[in-house]
């Protein structure tokens, strides 16, 4: 992974949940390169590495809202395009996973990249 990334296009993955700008577990392996489930498997294998804010651990309340918002999202993208808040438009895929994902903070990021890409 050898690919420049864009601030624009990390910008547009940061969601704001419960006060805290993170951005999803999917969206941060997509970044690294990984699969989604080696991300889990880091922090599961490390948690003495992610102590309280550095993770938010989505629950249901959280995850139905975001849901929400993609949807709502989508509505306002048919009627006008310029009115489209696109953080909310990558989450798509996600909309039916069975999944409660894990949002990252900017201090839990630099922790995962420190548990993927030991130096």
Avoid: C
Avoid at 21 to 34: F, W
């Amino acid at each position: 992974m050898n690919e420049i990334v864009k601030i624009e296009d990390i910008r547009n993955l940061i969601l704001e949940i419960r006060g805290q700008k993170v951005i999803i577990d999917s969206d941060v392996a997509e970044l690294y390169g990984v699969e989604t489930k080696r991300i889990n498997e880091a922090v599961k294998n490390n948690p003495d590495k992610f102590p309280d804010g550095y993770i938010i651990e989505l629950l249901k309340d959280d995850w139905e809202s975001l849901k929400t918002k993609i949807t709502t999202t989508n509505k306002r993208k048919k009627v006008d395009t310029t009115e489209v808040d696109e953080n909310f438009d990558h989450l798509e895929k996600l909309k039916y996973s069975p999944y409660l994902p894990k949002a990252f903070t900017e201090k839990g990021l630099y922790m995962l990249a420190t548990r993927l890409h030991p130096v």
